[in-house]
């Protein structure tokens, strides 16, 4: 599995990509970190669906951890788009039969690979923290946020405990990708059901259908990153996912081992 995922490592420290995906990280997270200091004031509010979070909000320990929280359901999306086309493309430009001269063991190969991309996604939210952190600082001042709560023991328990679920919901979604990349064995195809259904079918149903958002993995994936939210709590939303998933991408490597290597 070593051979396999640096193989893929290699894969995706291609400029375009490696740069690429960082560059959409850095943008999401200083976008929607930027927004809560800058719109603090705003009747229109400063964070996702126009909610409002307030100066003393922000000024407890957990306030340092709202704007790298916030953007995990578009880490997500990133870590959805790599993992599908890393996946898919394999059978678009005939790669794969390639692959599979060099590992024959196709779940070593789709687990090698699953560990690479995980590598790269876990380098992305770092990225993303640390980088929420250091705007958050250097904008609460014009904002007049009181930021000796940030420094404490408290704060640095939260910021990790965000960190593991961000990285957690992250993840879940780079899966859901790969899940669909060998489903589909098409880029576009992966890409724009997947998002079609995380960004619009599920949340039309959700509003729709009382009671429904738990049942649906992109939901629960929005619960996972906030530590817990209305529709589910915690542990359910991680039990929830955990079964999916695991069943979801047990089908699909059953189907991986089965079908030919051509798309």
């Known amino acids: 599995m070593?051979?396999?995922?640096?193989?893929?490592?290699?894969?995706?420290?291609?400029?375009?990509l490696f740069y690429g995906t960082l560059a959409s990280v850095v943008g999401v997270t200083a976008l929607i970190t930027s927004l809560l200091y800058l719109l603090i004031d705003s009747d229109q509010g400063n964070s996702n669906g126009g909610e409002i979070i307030n100066r003393i909000t922000l000024a407890t320990p957990h306030g340092i951890t709202i704007g790298f929280s916030g953007s995990a359901g578009l880490l997500g999306l990133v870590a959805l788009c790599v993992f599908a086309s890393q996946t898919a493309q394999e059978y678009t430009y005939g790669t794969l039969r390639n692959l599979l001269v060099r590992q024959p063991k196709r779940l070593t190969l789709l687990l090698g690979k699953f560990v690479s991309m995980s590598v790269f996604t876990l380098v992305s939210v770092l990225l993303s923290?640390?980088?929420?952190?250091?705007?958050?600082?250097?904008?609460?001042?014009?904002?007049?946020?009181?930021?000796?709560?940030?420094?404490?023991s408290a704060a640095g328990s939260e910021l990790i405990h965000t960190f593991i679920n961000v990285f957690l919901s992250v993840i879940a979604s780079g899966t859901i990708g790969m899940i669909l990349g060998l489903l589909f064995r098409s880029p576009i195809s992966a890409i724009s059901i997947g998002l079609a259904w995380l960004m619009v079918v599920e949340n039309l149903i959700a509003a729709v259908v009382h009671h429904s958002a738990k049942w649906?993995?992109?939901?629960?994936?929005?619960?996972?990153?906030?530590g817990g939210d209305h529709n589910a709590s915690y542990l359910y939303a991680v039990i929830y996912l955990a079964i999916f998933l695991t069943i979801s991408f047990g089908l699909v490597a059953y189907l991986f081992q089965r079908r030919d290597v051509s798309n």
């Open 2 to 16: 070593t051979q396999v995922f640096f193989a893929e490592w290699r894969k995706l420290r291609r400029p375009t």
């Open 129 to 152: 923290a640390v980088l929420s952190v250091a705007i958050a600082f250097s904008l609460a001042g014009k904002a007049d946020v009181a930021t000796d709560a940030w420094t404490t």
């Open 216 to 226: 649906f993995p992109g939901q629960m994936i929005t619960t996972i990153s906030s």
